[in-house]
């Protein structure tokens, strides 16, 4: 009886050994060429590496550039675990593309040291700057409406409250 547990013990050992190679080797392959420019990545962050709504990724120092250059851009501030995103994400990414809206993502579960320097409070956060400010945001899960007005003020780079007088 004590050899069979002993050799129940060791196959239950090899499993899980397995098992970790097989998952570790998965999200190996899942993290080459990753759009965050990192080599250990959260496992909510390789979680979403496949989906068509996180794409569109914008690095720190790329996102710091196109501010201080005045450019007019739409950032969404996001987080992997966060459960508002989760729900807001697959509704506003295809709005933005079917939009013709150029949304880049800050994922900031990867850069946490994003968020007070662009004063984000909370996920989601999606942003328009213009002239190297911050012009507009929407904060939380919000209607598709309230997204569709949010791009409507600002995707062609003018706020329309501003130039109605």
């Given amino acids: 009886m004590k050899k069979k547990m002993v050799i129940f013990g060791i196959v239950i050992v090899v499993l899980f050994a397995g098992l970790y190679f097989v998952i570790d080797f998965k999200n190996d392959k899942a993290m080459e060429d990753n759009p965050y420019g990192k080599e250990d990545l959260h496992q909510a962050t390789i979680d979403q590496l496949d989906s068509p709504y996180y794409g569109n990724q914008i690095l720190p120092d790329e ?18 675990t966060c459960p508002h995103c989760k729900k807001t994400t697959p509704m506003l990414a295809p709005l933005a593309k079917d939009m013709n809206v150029d949304m880049k993502k800050l994922n900031l579960i990867e850069f946490p040291q994003m968020a007070p320097k662009y004063t984000i409070m ?22 598709k409406e309230l997204f569709t007005a949010f791009f409507n003020e600002y995707k062609d780079g003018t706020d329309k409250k501003a130039s109605k007088g």
Avoid: I, W
């Fill in 122 to 143: 909370s996920t989601p956060t999606l942003v328009y700057y213009k002239n190297g400010k911050e012009v507009d945001r929407v904060t939380g899960s919000q209607s």
């Fill in 63 to 80: 996102l710091g550039k196109k501010v201080d250059s005045g450019e007019s851009l739409f950032v969404y501030f996001y987080s992997p």
